[in-house]
Every structure is written in C-alpha cells, then in structure tokens.
Antibody, heavy 117, light 110 residues
Framework: QITLKESGPTLVKPTQTLTLTCTFS??????????VAWIRQPPGKALEWLAL???????HYSPSLKNRLTITKDTSKNQVVLTMTNMDPVDTATYFC?????????WGQGTMVTVSS | QSVLTQPPAASGTPGQRVTISCSGS????????VNWYQQVPGTAPKLLIY???QRPSGVPDRFSGSKSGTSASLAISGLQSEDEADYFC???????????FGGGTKLTVL
C-alpha cells in the first residue's frame, strides 16, 4: 500500500523559510522512474505544481517559483523535503506531496500552511 | 488561472449521466495521457482514471474517461449521492516540464 504524509509548520511568518517533509511508504525512490512531486492549493483556488525530484536525483521546479524552492530526498529515510524561502501571505495553501510513477500521481492528504504575522 | 480548463460546477440527479470536460493544449493533453481525480476536502485526491481511459482496480465502471485532440472528458453514469465531490484533471506538460491541473469541477448530486 502506498502512503504519503506531509509534515511541517502550520503557521509561518512573512519572509520566513518554510520546510516541509514528505514521509512515504510502499515504494522506494531508488527505483527507476520513481519520482516525488510537491503541489499546493490555495484556499478556493486551483492546484499548482511546485517541484519534482526524480529517482536519479534530477530536480524540476516551477519556473515562477524556481528561485525560492529547493527539493531534496533521503532515500534511506523514505523522505522528500521541500524548502520555500521568503514566504508571503499569498503562499497560504494546502501543500501536497505525491508519488509520480508511470505518469500517475498518488497523493498524500496535504498539510495546511498559513502565512501570517 | 489554471493551465487546464474545466467548468467550475456540474450537477445531476441520482441515476443520471454527467460529463466533465478538461481543455488543454498540444504541450499537455495533446501529447500526454490524462488522469482524473476525485477530491473530498481534507482527504487525499483519489485516482479515478489514468492513461486517458483506464480505471484503477476498485474504481466502479460508472466512471469513464475519453480524449480527443487537446480535450479530455470524465463521464459518470448512474450518478450516486456519494459521487458529490470535486473532480480535477491532471497531465504532464512538456513545455513546463511539470504537472498541470484543471481548476476543478464541483459536482453536486441534486
């Protein structure tokens, strides 16, 4: 059974750096063509893809957020970490991680992050 | 504004058939396979359709998908009250080199 769970702060202040961890089970990021993505959804708005890390360490970022994002993986711990710098209230959203394999996404339930002073 | 265009709302009565459209471009739907998800607030989105028209095991055959050119559709037949949820399409975009999503369609069972 594939499961993913996002964890991190629920509240961050403007200009702070957000660090989110995706802990997963049921698959290995060392398997060929296995990837993990981060996606967010502001309240009442559409989903937005943020970043993706591949089994071979390749990283892909949303062009609009590339300068603020870093995605890393720890294969031994079955974790993927996303950091987003210079947080702003417009970054308030539910953040999801998802396994990306065989052109399908398996999602975690998401974690809500509010940016407010 | 989403890269993929969906109607914001759809509705039907129990037993009816409803369809939800998803419009994209040559860099996504036109060249890649489409997935459809059901989202209930507070829970993980559930995969309903992959590879344009394939159902994962456990998904009722009331759910079906199709694609033509740069548009895709999700059809739900024999509508049930439990189908009331948000539905969105997702596909890889070769220009973005990332995933793109529809804005979501809120389905109401009247």
């Amino acid at each position: 059974q594939i499961t993913l769970k996002e964890s991190g702060p629920t509240l961050v202040k403007p200009t702070q750096t957000l660090t989110l961890t995706c802990t997963f089970s049921g698959f290995s990021l060392s398997t060929r063509d296995m990837n993990v993505a981060w996606i967010r959804q502001p309240p009442g708005k559409a989903l937005e893809w943020l970043a993706l890390i591949r089994w071979n360490d390749d990283e892909h970022y949303s062009p609009s957020l590339k300068n603020r994002l870093t995605i890393t993986k720890d294969t031994s711990k079955n974790q993927v970490v996303l950091t987003m710098t210079n947080m702003d209230p417009v970054d308030t959203a539910t953040y999801f991680c998802a396994r990306d394999f065989d052109w399908k996404l398996n999602w975690g339930q998401g974690t809500m992050v509010t940016v407010s002073s | 504004q989403s890269v993929l265009t969906q109607p914001p709302a759809a509705s039907g009565t129990p037993g009816q058939r409803v369809t939800i459209s998803c419009s994209g471009s040559s860099s996504n739907i036109g060249s890649r396979t489409v997935n459809w998800y059901q989202q209930v607030p507070g829970t993980a989105p559930k995969l309903l359709i992959y590879s344009d028209n394939q159902r994962p095991s456990g998904v009722p055959d009331r759910f079906s998908g199709s694609k033509s050119g740069t548009s895709a559709s999700l059809a739900i037949s024999g509508l049930q009250s439990e189908d009331e949820a948000d539905y969105f399409c997702a596909v890889w975009d070769d220009s973005l080199n990332g995933w793109v999503f529809g804005g979501g369609t809120k389905l109401t069972v009247l």
